[in-house]
T-cell receptor
């Protein structure tokens, strides 16, 4: 069974551009979480989607947005990129419908570099 | 104050030693608690949940102190393969729920 997959693995952008990161959850999982992990820092909660709806959002500006598709895959969009957006973006999925499930399965992440 | 705080370390201990680290959280309404492990350049993986009565999984023991709002992880007879970053995770309830990760404690086991 395939795990959580993220694409691309690496993304290089310049300041002001827009980035789109993609995540496919484990088959049967309806919840997708996005986290940002900057170098030397912990995972910062970005977004939680479940069954197509945004369930919660972390303390990030509106230029961080996302969506979840009917097949439960998800996109994270970052507009007007800034240098400090450079980080590893991790996606995780879980199986409990409409409830927060602490057992998260993470993808390998997308390393975003903003130059 | 951070929602979840951990001593970032690094902790360097010899193989076979016992090592313990704590994590404090700010929200007294927090529901559940976990330890995740993250190897260098890899994704985090669930190590164990933390129950009110304390729980053990082999060489690993986790404890929760709700009154003082901290959780702990104890590793006995440490192995080289235990070298990793250990992330404390708390399920917060502030309107909607969210899982908040601590910044992690880096542990290196030396031969």
């Amino acid at each position: 069974e395939a795990g959580v997959t993220q694409s691309p693995t690496h993304l290089i952008k310049t300041r002001g551009q827009q980035a789109t990161l993609r995540c496919s959850p484990i088959s049967g999982h309806t919840s997708v979480y996005w986290y940002q992990q900057a170098l030397g820092l912990g995972l910062q909660f970005l977004l939680w989607y479940d069954e197509g709806e945004e369930r919660n959002r972390g303390n990030f500006p509106p230029r961080f947005s996302g969506r979840q598709f009917p097949n439960y895959s998800s996109e994270l969009n970052v507009n007007a990129l800034e240098l400090e957006d450079s980080a590893l973006y991790l996606c995780a999925s879980s199986s409990l419908r409409r409830q927060l499930n602490e057992k998260l399965f993470f993808g390998s992440g997308t390393q975003l570099s903003v130059l | 104050r951070k929602e979840v705080e951990q001593d970032p370390g690094p902790f360097n201990v010899p193989e076979g030693a016992t090592v313990a680290f704590n994590c404090t959280y700010s929200n007294s309404a927090s529901q559940s608690f976990f330890w995740y492990r993250q190897d260098c350049r890899k994704e985090p993986k669930l190590l164990m949940s933390v129950y009110s009565s304390g729980n053990e999984d082999g060489r690993f023991t986790a404890q929760l102190n709700r009154a003082s709002q901290y959780i702990s992880l104890l590793i006995r007879d440490s192995k080289l393969s235990d070298s990793a970053t250990y992330l404390c995770v708390v399920n917060f309830i502030q309107g909607a729920q969210k899982l908040v990760f601590g910044q992690g404690t880096r542990l290196t086991i030396n031969p």
